[in-house]
């Protein structure tokens, strides 16, 4: 079956820091590739996404590319914002069982200034 | 115009009680689910409906019944709840049931509370 793991947070950044939050994925099947952002109270909002091997998603400075060698698809921004705390969750989707979006667990983050 | 709307926003209830999530998406999208998100922020799916149809049904208790009276609609109804179903629940929607390149869109959430 599909699966994401995700690095466990929370993940604690001062401003202007550099940002990694590690996924990587199992899939049965060619997957897509997606970051979704929780902001507090909030639902989900697609960040970035990415279709094939190689493919960088990017999106209000967050970047992620689809490593098939590697079966990963880190989350990395150069430098992070007290508005960028929120959670965080990489998640993909195969054709066939439902097309249904697998999610990791989420990583929160927090900034502070 | 929000994309995709979920009534109520918070709803509290005592156990055993029945209750009902309204679900709507103007997106003009064929595929609609349900998700619950549990106090550690997991997300796991419920069900998912492509043009009213029902497509996955996640091994859900059949005290939760879906229903989509049409393709824009899919509503949860909640039978003699219990206080495990405690959780934000999730709408979402998305264009294409077969395209696995098309992201879902999702609603607000609504927060039950099962005292």
């Known amino acids: 079956g599909n699966s994401v793991t995700q690095m466990e947070g929370p993940v604690t950044l001062s401003e202007e820091a550099f940002l990694t939050i590690n996924c990587t994925y199992t899939a049965t099947g060619y997957p897509s590739l997606f970051w979704y952002v929780q902001y507090p109270g909030e639902g989900l909002q697609l960040l970035l996404k990415?279709?094939?091997?190689?493919d960088k998603g990017s999106n209000k400075g967050f970047e992620a590319t689809y490593r098939k060698e590697t079966t990963s698809f880190h989350l990395e921004k150069g430098s992070v914002q007290v508005s960028d705390s929120a959670v965080y969750f990489c998640?993909?989707?195969?054709?066939?069982?439902?097309?249904?979006?697998?999610f990791g667990t989420g990583t929160q983050l927090k900034v502070e200034l | 115009d929000t994309a995709v709307s979920q009534t109520p926003k918070y709803l509290v209830t005592q156990m055993g009680n029945d209750k009902s999530i309204k679900c709507e998406q103007n997106?003009?999208?064929?595929?609609m689910y349900w998700y619950k998100q549990d106090s550690k922020k997991f997300l796991k799916i419920m069900f998912s409906y492509n043009n009213k149809e029902l497509i996955i049904n996640e091994t859900v208790p059949n005290r939760f019944s879906p229903k989509s009276p049409d393709k824009a609609h899919l509503n949860l109804h909640i039978n003699s709840l219990e206080l495990g179903d405690s959780a934000v629940y999730f709408c979402a929607s998305s264009q294409d049931l077969g395209d696995r390149n098309s992201p879902l869109h999702f609603g607000n959430g609504t927060r039950l509370t099962v005292t």
């Open positions: 990415a279709t094939k091997a190689d």
């Open positions: 997106l003009g999208h064929d595929t």
């Open positions: 998640a993909l989707r195969t054709a066939g069982g439902g097309n249904k979006l697998t």
